[in-house]
């Protein structure tokens, strides 16, 4: 499952999602506190900084997005829910 990263500026939360194939609805999986995973977090904000760049580098925002997906995996296992 690829899973969708967002930071709640309000917050300074990463908003984890996901999203069936054939859907366009987004659900919410969880939300992580910066100072409880301040890796994903800051590897999150990288990967928001890439996609709002003009002209979009789209073979590093694929692999700071499979950075963000290894992590999280990470945090799952470490949580034991991988």
Do not use: W
Request: positive net charge.
């Amino acid at each position: 499952m690829n899973y969708l990263f967002a930071i709640d500026p309000q917050t300074e939360k990463i908003v984890v999602s996901n999203s069936s194939k054939r859907s366009f609805k987004i659900e919410t999986v969880e939300r992580i506190a910066k100072n409880n995973h301040a890796i994903l977090f800051h590897a999150v904000s990288g990967l928001t900084l890439i996609s709002r760049e003009k002209e979009i580098n789209i073979p590093l925002f694929k692999a700071m997005d499979a950075a963000c997906q290894k992590i999280y995996l990470s945090h799952l296992d470490s949580k034991g829910k991988g």
